[in-house]
């Protein structure tokens, strides 16, 4: 009677294992329901948008093609949003220019102030060439104000992106005084945006991983690359459709 009885309860211990192990098998693994991400949309306008974009060689796109750029990009990612928009793109920008440049160029061109998006992005040669930081806490209100009043004097049509890292590039070869004074001059561009209730992108850290990823610098060793220009995008384009609807 004790050998039966010890038998069935063997014979059901390894019953209850199997029966564990098969329920494990065909367990329905059920994946994580993460949130979509919001889908862009941007209305159909009556009127041509019209976008500018300001700045230096971050903007004209040094080293990458014409379309490659992120003013164009940009450009490219709005209209398809919406294929019924007819978006034009203007560029004042140059290879080397400072705040100063900048000023100069705006007042010489003498743009119309009926854009409905305007992106600043300036500053890297003010630290380059080792200019007074005071300069640019001066000019970089003034064109700040500039750019509001070339956005139909909307401040809600700006938007300011910060300035590169080229220490991440093998041209600045990891020199970390650069990191130290660009990551000042983004500060004061971001408080001020902060202050005055102005968007402000930040991109920076996407060029602190030019080092670790070559692909992210253009073939000069020092630009952004057009894949670098494209993540760019991609954080300045929800802004802009918002910038838009306003």
């Known amino acids: 009677m004790v050998y039966t009885l010890k038998i069935c309860v063997l014979f059901l211990s390894f019953l209850f294992i199997d029966c564990q192990s098969d329920n494990t098998e065909i367990r ?3 994946p ?38 992120f ?27 400072t705040t100063s440049n900048l000023i100069s160029a705006i007042n010489s061109q003498n743009p119309s102030t009926d854009y409905d998006l305007v992106t600043l992005l300036i500053g890297v040669n003010n630290q380059y060439q080792g200019n007074s930081f005071s ?23 700006l938007i300011v992106v910060s300035i590169p890292d080229y220490a991440y590039t ?28 102005i968007i402000f992108v930040n ?12 692909s992210l610098v253009a073939s000069d060793n020092l630009h952004p690359s057009e894949k670098a220009y494209t993540l760019f ?12 609807q306003n």
């Open 170 to 197: 093998p041209f600045g070869n990891g020199n970390k005084r650069v990191s130290t004074e660009i990551d000042q001059y983004n500060s004061y561009a971001q408080n001020y945006c902060a202050e005055n209730s």
């Open 28 to 30: 329905s693994v059920v």
């Open 135 to 157: 300069e640019y806490e001066k000019e970089f209100p003034d064109l700040v104000n500039k750019a509001i009043l070339l956005a139909k004097g909307d401040k809600t049509n």
């Open 203 to 214: 991109i920076t850290d996407i060029t602190r991983q030019g080092l670790s990823n070559p």
């Open 71 to 97: 003013p164009e990009q940009l450009k490219t990612k709005l209209y398809n949003l919406n294929t019924q928009n007819s978006i034009s793109l203007d560029i004042i920008a140059k290879t080397g220019w």
């Open 32 to 69: 994580p329901q993460n949130p979509k991400p919001t889908q862009l949309t941007l209305a159909t306008k009556s009127e041509p948008i019209k976008y500018l974009a300001l700045g230096d060689s971050y903007t004209i796109g040094q080293s990458v093609c014409e379309t490659c750029r």
């Open 233 to 244: 995008v991609e954080r300045i384009l929800p802004k802009a459709v918002d910038a838009l």
